[in-house]
């Protein structure tokens, strides 16, 4: 197919793929926070979804269930979302996990690999491709500052990857995202230009031909001192300090937070063909 004829069809230009069942497992890395979307099932939409919107055009039989909550560590994934992924017989997961166990003092990179490495086993069991998120090499997130147990994480995960033939989405290697631009206001999620950037990682490390394009941040103007130092002590006061304290309360922003997409059904985004009118569960949806 020439590009000038991809480029008139959007649906035209994905080509198809071996995958008819995504279902998305995590924090709120995969939940989308950061990417509001009013229209979006949680309000979030997010590089999961983006992802799902690309494997589902034209594919009229294409289903997507994403499972993750925020805040959620490694055991309460394995524990909340594993047996629900499994229900639901996809043939593509993905995982990204153990991001908030790193965050916290005592998380250890080796012993969260090998609580993933038989996550991973099971997962792959029934068939299924199963890609992982390593850590990202920035020091413009919260994640700067646990950088060397990221990278030992990473190199970890590497080998989990190689034993169970999984996927790796390998966002250390990703260097846009040391952009600010490309980090929410709290400096721990991404922004929507963010999760763009990553969805067509995931996609390219698929090997699924998309449409979606690299995104050019703006440049940003130069800050004084006084600034950078003022833009700190907002940070701190909106974002670090309530984090805090919900850590000394053993709270998690997670707390009464659903999965935004618990069933498999069809994906509706931009660009991505209406079908036949019905929901994930046979009725129908007036808010397309």
Not at 154 to 169: F, G, P, Q, S
Not at 186 to 196: A, Q, T, Y
Request: one cysteine or more; a negative charge; proline letters at 8%.
């Amino acid at each position: 197919m020439s590009e000038a004829r991809a480029m008139q069809n959007p649906t035209a230009a994905v080509e198809s793929h071996p995958w008819s069942r995504y279902v998305a497992l995590g924090d709120s890395f995969t939940e989308g926070i950061g990417d509001p979307e009013p229209s979006s099932p949680g309000g979030y939409r997010g590089w999961a979804d983006r992802v799902a919107e690309e494997l589902g055009r034209g594919q009229s039989d294409f289903a997507y269930a994403n499972l993750a909550v925020r805040g959620r560590l490694l055991q309460q994934i394995v524990d909340q979302q594993l047996a629900p992924c499994l229900a639901l017989k996809p043939d593509l997961v993905t995982l990204s996990a153990g991001g908030n166990d790193l965050i916290r003092p005592g998380g250890d990179p080796d012993a969260l690999a090998e609580k993933l490495d038989s996550v991973v086993q099971i997962l792959g069991m029934g068939g299924a491709t199963v890609v992982l998120f390593n850590g990202p090499d920035t020091g413009s997130s919260v994640l700067g500052r646990v950088r060397s147990k990221v990278a030992i994480y990473n190199e970890n995960l590497r080998t989990v990857a190689a034993r169970h033939d999984a996927v790796i989405a390998d966002m250390w290697s990703l260097r846009q995202l040391s952009d600010p631009q490309m980090w929410d206001e709290d400096r721990l999620h991404f922004s929507p230009l963010g999760h763009h950037t990553i969805a067509a990682m995931v996609l390219d490390s698929l090997n699924v031909r998309h449409s979606l394009e690299p995104l050019v941040p703006k440049p940003l103007p130069q800050r004084t001192w006084r600034e950078a130092r003022t833009g700190d002590l907002v940070w701190a006061r909106e974002y670090f300090v309530p984090w805090v304290v919900r850590r000394l309360r053993h709270r998690s922003s997670g707390d009464g937070i659903t999965a935004k997409r618990p069933t498999a059904g069809p994906v509706f985004g931009p660009g991505v063909p209406m079908g036949s009118g019905e929901g994930p569960l046979g009725t129908t949806d007036a808010h397309r």
